[in-house]
């Protein structure tokens, strides 16, 4: 959810449905979100939080180490990783390269595209 009045009252919602419920572990569960975890729930969907870019990172590493299986030491697996997970541009050899300040323009106007993306969902789904 985007929006933090809905997500709370579709989070009060869940919490009435479970304290109902015949279950004592829903009830405990219930509870527990209720008095410990509400506050930081519902933080993380106003602040739009999440994890996304570290477990995309993360992955990456992953599957680099299992590409660099080959490698004869620790050092050239790691600086694979820094070359794939870093803004470093690596020259080739009678092949023109992107600038650093285009790539950086590049990704900027991405991220605007993007912010603006998400601003017309918003105002869409408001609506």
Known sequence: MRDPEQAATELAKWIDD?????????KELADKIEN?????ILN??????????????NTTIKGLIKLAR?????????ALIYLKCSDIVVPLCNRPQPSAEYLA??????????????EQR??????
């Open 36 to 40: 410990r975890h509400k506050e930081n």
């Open 18 to 26: 479970a304290k109902n419920s015949e279950l004592k572990p829903m």
């Open 122 to 127: 918003r105002r869409e789904f408001i609506a």
């Open 44 to 57: 993380a969907i106003k602040c739009q939080a999440n994890s996304a870019k570290s477990e995309s990172t």
């Open 70 to 78: 080959g490698f004869r030491n620790l050092h050239n697996m790691i």
């Open 105 to 118: 323009r590049k990704r900027a106007r991405a991220n605007e595209l993007r912010r603006l993306r998400e």
